[in-house]
């Protein structure tokens, strides 16, 4: 499936991933600047936030109890389209999906 | 060969903490990185393990906490089930137990109340510098890496002054419980087991614990709800509640675990400053480097040398099995060394970026929960120092802390020649 990522400064990064991998291990694998990972995506970190495109939301899903409460302690300002991206899988369904980067 | 560890001929005993004595022993994780990746290491004081030397390896197992668990212990060292659980805290644990535990704390350390902090810890660095450069020539351990995070430790827990030195003693004799200059009860050399219920199987653990408890009564008198401690007395979401064990290793745990780790953090920069003469300079240009140093001198100095993990079922790699029930211990500090990941890795290089360093346990549930508290100690120091230096060198050898778990420079005599 194909990503893209939007940087805080305009600038856009895509890329080709696999099924089955999250969307913060695809970030890190393509070096997007602002997606760190630092747990590996065990909900212990918060520092995979992204905002999902609005024509992505229902697509993604809701972020689940444990994703919930470690997006309050986010670096950027949490908004309804907030996710930890470790938390959504790469799938033919969201096949063109756009995450926007927080400013940090 | 390049000699990185003096006296270590590539065949060190990792199970010896002498074998640490002049630093980790590089040529030999260096060795069994190459040849060895997943090395079965004898252990003549208890259950023999495996070793993990490799980053992409360690990396890999950190998340797969299903199969390599915390819940049987974290050290090397064996302890009995009556032990572990009397000794244990959330380090000591898997998640979902360790994700419940966790969230009562994520907030208080999280980047954003971190960065609260910041103006503070630059009033206690400069207070800490104008003290000490003018002596010239002094130890940078003890008069500067150790105070900023006993300083710090105050004020995130709610600690008086006056207590900070001696809280900080006594953790210095939990953590360092095998090096003869911090405690009378040097772990290995043991004849009793009178305190093998007690943190760190320590008598310091025991002082700590009845400080603690004197203190949240004072606390409790006085009204006063705020502060970490009283956050993870709080119920979890579960409703579960910490009992009286689990909060005094807790505490023990916040003394210990977060203070020397950034000390030895800083102490491993100054080094680095004086065997990189370059690194002032790039320090005074400032700039975007301040972004990328506190990570690289982190990975320079990896406090954490390793910690342990226990495999749940028979788990098979490098054409080997590891069986259920083994130890596995993953030495981050060859991960960090690690020549597939870092380019020149036995050099600081404070621009790296990116930095994949494991010196937090980055990759898993466990990943340090005050790493933005350490990187913004370790930043706004190195800016406040070099801002008077122009110039630090060494004023003699400096000595580590015998110990193959805490990885630190606990002598540092340096010279600097004021700006």
Redesign the interface.
């Known amino acids: 499936m194909k990503v893209t990522w939007t940087l805080p400064g305009g600038d856009t990064r895509m890329a080709e991933i696999e099924a089955g991998i999250s969307l913060m291990e695809a970030a890190v694998a393509h070096d997007v600047p602002g997606i760190i990972g630092e747990c590996g995506g065990c909900l212990s970190c918060a520092t995979c936030h992204v905002y999902v495109d609005d024509a992505w939301a229902d697509k993604t899903g809701e972020a689940e109890e444990f994703e919930d409460a470690m997006l309050d302690i986010a670096a950027a300002e949490r908004r309804p389209t907030s996710r930890l991206s470790c938390q959504i899988q790469a799938h033919p369904d969201l096949d063109g999906l756009v995450l926007h980067v927080p400013e940090e | 060969m390049t000699v990185w560890t003096p006296g270590d001929d590539g065949y060190a005993d990792l199970t010896s903490h002498d074998a640490f004595a002049n630093g980790v022993p590089h040529n030999t994780f260096s060795r069994l990185r190459c040849e060895d990746p997943l090395h079965w290491t004898e252990y003549a004081d208890g259950q023999d393990f495996w070793s993990v030397t490799r980053h992409a390896d360690i990396?890999e197992m950190?998340?797969n906490?299903a199969v390599f668990s915390s819940a049987r212990g974290i050290r090397m060292e064996d302890q009995s089930y009556e032990e572990y659980l009397a000794r244990r805290t959330f380090q000591e644990t898997d998640?979902?137990e360790h994700?419940q535990t966790?969230?009562k704390l994520?907030?208080a350390f999280?980047?954003?109340?971190m960065a609260q902090y910041e103006e503070d810890i630059r009033q206690i660095c400069v207070d800490i510098l104008d003290d000490v450069l003018e002596k010239g020539t002094f130890d940078a351990t003890k008069e500067i890496a150790r105070q900023l995070p006993m300083r710090m430790l105050g004020r995130i827990v709610g600690l008086p002054d006056e207590d900070l030195p001696w809280l900080v003693e006594k953790g210095d004799a939990l953590i360092a419980n095998t090096d003869p200059d911090f405690t009378t009860h040097v772990l290995d050399k043991l004849d009793t087991d009178e305190f093998r219920m007690m943190p760190f199987n320590s008598p310091a653990g025991a002082e700590l614990y009845a400080y603690a408890k004197e203190l949240m009564e004072k606390k409790e008198k006085a009204g006063d709800t705020s502060g970490i401690l009283n956050m993870i007395l709080q119920p979890a979401?579960d409703g579960s509640v910490i009992t009286d064990t689990e909060f005094r290793n807790f505490f023990c745990l916040v003394v210990a675990a977060g203070n020397d780790t950034t000390r030895y953090s800083i102490a491993a920069g100054i080094q680095a400053m004086c065997h990189q003469p370059e690194l002032l300079g790039q320090m005074q240009e400032g700039g975007d480097i301040w972004d990328t140093a506190p990570d690289e001198i982190i990975r320079w100095a990896t406090p954490a040398i390793y910690f342990r993990r226990t495999a749940t079922q028979d788990h098979e790699m490098h054409g080997k099995t590891i069986r259920a029930g083994d130890k596995v211990l993953y030495w981050f500090a060859s991960a960090n060394r690690d020549e597939d990941v870092f380019d020149d890795p036995f050099r600081v290089n404070l621009a790296r970026s990116?930095n994949r360093h494991l010196s937090?346990g980055?990759?898993?549930?466990?990943?340090c929960l005050g790493?933005w508290l350490a990187r913004l100690e370790v930043r706004v120091l190195f800016q406040e120092l070099a801002k008077r230096i122009s110039a630090i060198e060494p004023a003699g050898p400096h000595r580590f802390l015998r110990s193959n778990f805490v990885g630190g420079i606990k002598e540092l005599p340096v010279t600097v020649r004021m700006a």
Request: glycine share 8%; net charge positive.
């Open positions: 990396a950190n998340k906490t998640p979902p994700s966790r969230m994520m907030k999280s980047r954003t109340t979401k990116p937090f980055q990759g898993g549930p466990h990943v790493m």
